[in-house]
């Protein structure tokens, strides 16, 4: 989506004759559409163009609520609308019974749970995953050269086709900047590379996982060799 990586949610009009619900299924918005056989608000299916959605997703969200009579509108049970910009910014539309409140959500909204790597891998888009953050290990220099020509195969880091890394003291020191690589072979060569394996350090942030959810990024970090992967969780 365009602006937005991730967003989720929905909401929910209630019970609505029939003449409403084809007056609001008939909206065309950027962000929003209403699906007819929820009596829902839900994000568009297909990829949305034009304004920021920081923006047009409350603006469209207000229009459709108005457009309910006031009785209708003081009813609806409702719902909420999360959705994460380019920035990590996530933003969380609460509604109740016609009244619109926005929250912007700070790490406090989140907690963090173990998963498995391999399982969260298998729910990813591999057209949307990328790495970011560092790694460190003991190596020579040409192990950071092996790094280089492991990452080349995935089409490189940047567009300058740059990996910058220092190989001081035998240490072995790397950088991610929306590296797309497949998360677990990149661990796997981690270790491998590694001499001993106990040197090996890294905090590395999975990102840009399938549409349809703002907390499903991964957090994989290795300490002393040891890999533990967490996801933030979006707390109610």
């Keep these: 989506m365009q602006g937005v990586l991730e967003c989720q949610g929905q909401i929910r009009f209630g019970s609505l004759p029939w003449e409403i619900s084809e ?95 391999e399982s969260a891998i298998k729910e990813a888009d591999p057209n949307r995953i990328r790495v970011r953050g560092w790694a460190r290990f003991a190596g020579s220099s040409a192990r950071g050269g092996e790094l280089q020509a492991f990452v080349d195969r995935f089409g490189g880091l940047y567009p300058e086709e740059d990996m910058p890394s220092e190989c001081k003291q035998n240490m072995v020191y790397v950088r991610f900047k929306d590296a797309h690589l497949e998360p677990q072979e990149l661990v796997a060569k981690l270790q491998d590379l590694a001499d001993p394996l106990d040197s090996l350090q890294a905090d590395l942030e999975i990102g840009s996982f399938g549409q349809g959810s703002v907390d499903q990024d991964l957090r994989i970090q290795i300490v002393d060799g040891r890999v533990e992967t967490t996801r933030p969780l979006l707390q109610p």
């Design 23 to 117: 007056r609001l299924a008939q909206f065309h918005g950027n962000w929003l559409e209403f699906l007819p056989d929820a009596n829902a608000i839900i994000f568009r299916r297909v990829q949305p163009i034009g304004c920021p959605a920081l923006t047009g997703v409350p603006c469209e969200l207000i229009t459709l609520i108005d457009s309910l009579p006031p009785e209708y509108r003081e009813s609806m049970p409702g719902g909420e609308l999360s959705l994460k910009d380019q920035k990590n910014q996530i933003l969380r539309l609460l509604v109740k019974q016609g009244e619109v409140h926005i929250k912007w959500l700070q790490e406090s909204c989140f907690q963090t749970v173990p998963v498995s790597l």
